[in-house]
């Protein structure tokens, strides 16, 4: 075996796989509806991020790392955006969806969940309401890491 200078070692070096995620489908079930209080009571706010829980509930268990949805918009108050993601953030860079005044937009989505297994949206509007609906139709959860040893 060769070291990193490309000398000749006899010694056996240890390194760890990291295998992709599972994933699992699951009939899809609602998590979030700022219309009915689901997962969140009242309409998104323009520049205020909001952090909810997905994991434990509905079927999600504790430790999946991301989910798949369908992401829906509705009753628009302006063209903007909405930002999916681990951590709440009130001026997000990026977007998940984007959509114009008055439009239903949808659209399927994989987000990362946080540590805890929350998720966050903001409303990227400069002032504003909106609502969001939220269905889950999956999630991933990690293999375990495997050690392995050259000989």
């Known amino acids: 075996m060769y070291d990193v200078t490309g000398k000749i070692t006899t010694s056996k070096r240890?390194?760890?796989?990291?295998?992709?995620?599972?994933?699992?489908?699951?009939t899809p079930v609602r998590v979030l509806d700022t219309r009915k209080s689901i997962g969140l009571s009242g309409k998104l706010k323009a520049g205020v991020a909001r952090t909810f829980q997905i994991t434990g509930?509905?079927?999600i268990p504790a430790g999946a790392t991301a989910i798949t949805a369908n992401a829906t918009v509705v009753q628009l108050g302006a063209a903007s955006s909405i930002y999916?993601?681990?951590?709440p953030i009130a001026k997000p860079s990026t977007y998940t969806l984007s959509f114009n005044?008055?439009?239903v937009a949808n659209r399927g989505v994989t987000?990362?969940?946080?540590?805890?297994?929350?998720?966050s949206v903001t409303y990227r509007a400069s002032s504003g309401t909106t609502d969001l609906v939220?269905?889950?139709?999956?999630?991933?959860?990690?293999?375990?890491?495997?050690?392995?040893?050259?000989?």
């Open 84 to 87: 999916l993601g681990p951590a």
């Open 101 to 103: 005044k008055g439009q």
């Open 134 to 151: 939220l269905d889950v139709t999956g999630y991933f959860s990690p293999r375990q890491a495997a050690t392995h040893t050259t000989p």
């Open 111 to 119: 987000v990362a969940l946080s540590p805890a297994g929350a998720l």
């Open 57 to 59: 509930l509905h079927g």
């Open 14 to 26: 240890q390194f760890v796989v990291y295998p992709p995620s599972t994933y699992h489908p699951v």
